[in-house]
């Protein structure tokens, strides 16, 4: 996989504003909110996309859901929020380094999907 920005955010080449950090992931701001909260969740390991994950993923993949919860009771907004993964060009994914989006700060309703 080519180098991305989140690549170089995790590499550290790139400053960014960590919210948390462990061995497997990053959250940071997303730099174009959609709503008052809206932060990513980024695995350290390199995978283009949801559909390129493997079976070896699985844990890696629970624990990025997992720290989504974490995360989401730090900044406030556990009893609401919606977690987003864009797959592909045609999905909305314009970072090929999957993350995790976390959408928070207003009531939502399935038509704002």
């Known amino acids: ?52 994950a493997s079976a070896e993923d699985q844990a890696l993949l629970g624990h990025l859901m997992l720290t989504v919860g974490k995360v989401a009771e730090q900044l406030g907004v556990s009893e609401g929020y919606r977690v987003i993964v864009n797959n592909g060009a045609d999905g909305g994914q314009t970072v090929f380094h999957l993350h995790l989006h976390i959408i928070a700060g207003f009531a939502m309703k399935e038509a704002d999907m």
């Not at 400053?15 to 497997?24: A, F, I, Q, T, V």
């Not at 940071?28 to 390129?52: C, G, R, T």
């Open 1 to 52: 996989m080519t180098d991305t920005v989140f690549s170089k955010i995790i590499a550290g080449e790139i400053p960014s504003n960590k919210l948390y950090e462990d061995e497997h992931c990053i959250v940071i701001p997303d730099i174009n909110p959609v709503a008052a909260v809206h932060v990513l969740v980024i695995p350290k390991k390199p995978i283009k996309m949801l559909s390129e």
